[in-house]
């Protein structure tokens, strides 16, 4: 048993960063309607403003706004209508001096217009009049061109994921495809004897295995194109296949075995064999998140990721390694962490990150109070009764009642 | 043009409660590992306890916490280990008195043992023995029958949405499917003769289409399967046929047009012809929404909601309507908000709940600034520029700086 110093998790992440030499940022161009939850992979200009032409933002008329100068409920100013505009389509006249169009609300105002008088401050008047009880300032009720976003304004930055607002502002500039970044190709290998796959009747001291859908699904959450999965026995040439057959297909390739010593050695020594220049990060001070591998192969530009066994520190350690590095690779921020008061105290592990679960209770205005889910390694109880995670950094010596931290939802 | 009275939110909301006689929670059985982001319609039971062997959390040996009392660093106990246990196999045989197993992490405790001592207080001593240099007290390093679950426990609960946890969870148990809500179905319309589809060339006064691509993906987020979208122009029969084919193959018709009263009111007409009992709410007492129409029919079995056109507010409003309808129907809760600061006073739109935009800009301590985020009606900035929403209820002038307000994130 080698002896080896853990990494912290920033250490462990620095030097991931520095040993990925290679493009991750490999992108792709789809139709914007399919890009929802997709990340830019540049920044988007406007290819004319919006609006391009000026538009009515109310029912009513077009007019001069001199001319309604002096206008009042009870004096009227008297108005000839010209036209009726009709929505998508350019008014046929110009307005001058005493007259106006009507304009929906949308429309474009034709020209001479300076302002629109809505529709509740008119009255039909004669056949060709109305009566405008109100005076406006001139630009009133119209949207300029280029008020909401001028031509060659950047209007979504690289690294931007694509909600329904921003499919939005794309389709309404005329945007048709969107370049994105293609999603990482994962490979999901869990190892045990004693792991059972779905469906299959238990033998007595084995189980059901937990890590390769859970890890699966958080993947996906992160935006990631699970290729494999596969439930492996405790023996060297069957893991060292799979893994080599992952270093073809993915980008990363995450196992996660059992945590018992000769597991993890066997593990780290098939990673170091099948690359170059292999594992250089042989465990984190993290708490849970120990028995954590980090790798690359250079030549394959393939990432190596080995997890703890226990399926809540797999989770945490996926999520603080990959997810990171996701956000890296792409410029996407980290989505807002939610703030919650602590409900009673918790130590820290000394000398280690710590990470403690939290279920997020609803409490006085609005603020969350953070209950910590605490139980012994490897329960599901702390997984499936969590909202989140606080991560206690290094050196601090715990939580006190009532102290403000953030949950990363998980 | 009928003058009717406007709903508030929470009126329009109880509504359509009351009119929705129809079972809107069907569901169906899915394999586990596609079930991710879905909602059980079901209390999950374990069906055996976890674990169902009294199972090693440590690597060492499994021994008779007696046999170890008054062990120590200078004071060692000697112990005949009887045999090796294999992870995934059941122990040969019984730990009687002096004697001891090796168990690596996650393996079955073997009869008559009842503590694991940690493989680092522990010496090879001679070929079959070992020398133990701590005391551990009984059930230490051990998970114990039922300890996780017990049988017939609720692991997950209806309305839970799976997660990479819970999915972890449900496959830990031996769970192949699961009991989840069938996604509503949903048509979208965009009505207006200016609205034009992607690619097709722009014609003066027209603009391009936004809320057919915003408000699918806003649906997609929400759950739902987007079963057609059509842009249509402002004829009504074209109309009125459209809605027709979406109470054939939907529950839920989602319309939004100009904002201008004739389509409003056009659309209302519509909707109560094809209906029944049609439309009971015909504007809501809203900020930006007013032009909101909600309606039933009870022969399809549907929900028709009229939105707003303008995009900015036909989002809000179908993620404060459908959105709510959602977990209504499958018992989800809301995702958590996000506390945030003011970070200045706006005032409340008087007699109307308020829906303010805002950016969440990070603060001290984690805790975020909500900075307004204001602008024209219809305005795609405020759209892509906003982390969320807040709302401010009716009554209330508007919001402080310094003020705690709770942000639902777009």
Chains 1, 2 share one sequence.
Not at 238 to 267: F, H, N, P, W
Not at 290 to 314: C, R, Y
Request: proline share 7%; net charge negative; with cysteine.
């Amino acid at each position: 048993m080698k002896l080896l110093k853990v990494d912290t998790l920033e250490q462990a992440r620095e030097k991931l960063l520095a040993q990925i030499t290679w493009d991750m940022g490999k992108t792709e161009k789809i139709p914007v309607e399919k890009s929802g939850g997709r990340i830019l992979a540049c920044d988007v200009l406007a290819e004319s403003p919006l609006p391009y032409f000026p538009r009515a933002t109310v029912d009513g008329y077009g007019v001069r706004a001199a001319d309604t100068q002096g206008a009042g409920e009870s004096i009227p100013v008297f108005l000839e209508v010209k036209e009726e505009v009709e929505i998508g389509t350019v008014p046929s006249g110009e307005i001058t001096g005493g007259t106006c169009a009507y304009v929906p609300t949308g429309g474009m105002i034709p020209r001479g217009a300076d302002a629109m008088v809505m529709v509740e401050y008119t009255e039909p008047f004669d056949t060709s009049h109305i009566a405008v009880y109100s005076s406006v300032p001139s630009g009133a009720g119209i949207l300029q061109i280029g008020e909401d976003v001028e031509k060659d304004q950047i209007i979504l930055t690289r690294g931007t994921r694509l909600g329904a607002a921003q499919i939005g502002a794309l389709a309404g500039n005329g945007i048709r495809e969107a370049e994105v970044y293609k999603p990482l190709k994962v490979t999901i290998l869990s190892t045990g004897d004693e792991l059972t796959e779905p469906g299959c009747p238990l033998k007595p001291g084995c189980i059901y295995d937990i890590n390769t859908p859970a890890l699966a699904r958080m993947g996906e959450e992160m935006g990631f194109e699970i290729v494999h999965t596969q439930v492996l026995p405790d023996r060297e040439a069957v893991i060292e296949q799979a893994l080599r057959q992952g270093l073809r297909s993915s980008d990363l390739i995450v196992i996660s075995g059992g945590s018992s010593q000769g597991k993890k050695d066997m593990t780290s020594r098939i990673l170091d064999r099948i690359s170059n220049p292999g594992v250089f990060t042989h465990g984190l001070a993290l708490k849970p998140g120990k028995p954590t591998i980090l790798g690359v192969d250079k030549e394959s530009e393939s990432v190596l990721m080995g997890l703890p066994g226990h399926p809540g520190a797999a989770l945490v350690v996926f999520r603080l390694l990959a997810g990171w590095l996701e956000r890296q690779r792409t410029g996407c921020p980290e989505k807002p962490r939610v703030p919650a008061v602590m409900e009673s105290n918790v130590p820290a592990a000394p000398g280690k990150d710590t990470i403690l679960m939290v279920r997020l209770l609803p409490g006085e205005g609005g603020v969350y109070t953070a209950r910590p889910v605490l139980g012994k390694s490897g329960l599901m109880r702390t997984l499936t009764g969590s909202d989140g995670f606080v991560r206690i950094p290094l050196g601090k010596e715990g939580l006190k009642t009532g102290e403000t931290v953030t949950a990363e939802l998980l």
